[in-house]
């Protein structure tokens, strides 16, 4: 690879263009040059946005603790005062939650998305008390929230928390 090809590549890429100077020298570059550079461009139409975790509340005193693994990405909500978990977000494709209807509970909207909280159980606490739901964002993202707790008054709070939640960044790019 030529040295111009390899500042025009480092300025398109630190600045989404090509300086006039070097694009008026890649036309001249041999074919073989040329197709190089094209395939070491990033695509953005092509390449898939990373997620984000969603807005948390101004009012919560939250922050997210974040994991990303290959295919998902996990969010923490950790109360700052008290250094406990609020509730978790899990954003992926594709979603192991299943609604079990026998299993329902609270109705509510989550940044306009209405949804059904439903009962869950833990093995490792079998006295907490635990809600989820699942939010289908678009058609490629969907974000399962879950929340355990140990008392009613912790999980009216971390669901009113939850529901306050905005999801309109977590795709970077998204409309």
Same mark, same amino acid.
């Not at 949804?115 to 699942?134: F, H, M, N, S």
């Given at each position: 690879? /030529?040295?111009?090809?390899?500042?025009?590549? %480092? %300025?398109?890429?630190?600045? +989404?263009?090509?300086? *006039?100077?070097?694009?008026?020298?890649? =036309?001249?570059?041999?074919?073989?040059?040329?197709?190089?550079?094209?395939?070491?461009?990033?695509? =953005?139409?092509?390449?898939?946005?990373?997620?984000?975790? =969603?807005?948390?509340?101004? @009012?919560?005193?939250?922050?997210?603790?974040? /994991?990303?693994?290959?295919?998902?990405?996990?969010? #923490?909500?950790?109360? $700052?005062?008290?250094?406990?978990?609020?509730?978790?977000?899990?954003?992926?494709? #594709?979603? =192991?939650?299943?609604?079990?209807? +026998?299993?329902?509970?609270? #109705?509510?909207?989550?940044? *306009?998305? $209405?949804?059904?909280? !439903?009962?869950?159980?833990?093995?490792?606490?079998? @006295?907490?008390?635990?809600?989820?739901?699942?939010?289908?964002?678009?058609?490629?993202? !969907?974000?399962?929230?879950?929340?355990?707790?140990?008392?009613?008054?912790?999980?009216? $709070?971390?669901?009113?928390?939850?529901?306050?939640?905005?999801?309109?960044? /977590?795709?970077? +790019?998204?409309?």
């Amino acid at each position: 690879m /030529t040295r111009v090809m390899l500042c025009a590549l %480092h %300025h398109f890429r630190a600045h +989404g263009r090509v300086p *006039g100077s070097l694009s008026r020298k890649i =036309p001249l570059m041999k074919t073989r040059h040329r197709l190089l550079l094209a395939m070491l461009l990033p695509f =953005p139409a092509f390449a898939q946005p990373a997620p984000r975790c =969603p807005e948390l509340p101004v @009012d919560g005193n939250l922050s997210w603790e974040v /994991t990303q693994g290959e295919g998902f990405l996990y969010c #923490k909500a950790m109360r $700052e005062a008290d250094g406990a978990q609020a509730f978790s977000v899990m954003l992926r494709d #594709k979603s =192991p939650f299943r609604e079990r209807f +026998g299993l329902r509970e609270e #109705k509510a909207v989550i940044d *306009g998305h $209405e949804v059904r909280w !439903y009962r869950g159980d833990t093995a490792l606490q079998p @006295d907490a008390i635990v809600r989820e739901t699942q939010i289908e964002l678009d058609d490629d993202l !969907y974000a399962h929230i879950v929340l355990r707790v140990e008392t009613e008054a912790q999980r009216v $709070e971390s669901q009113r928390l939850a529901e306050s939640l905005r999801f309109r960044d /977590t795709w970077i +790019g998204s409309n």
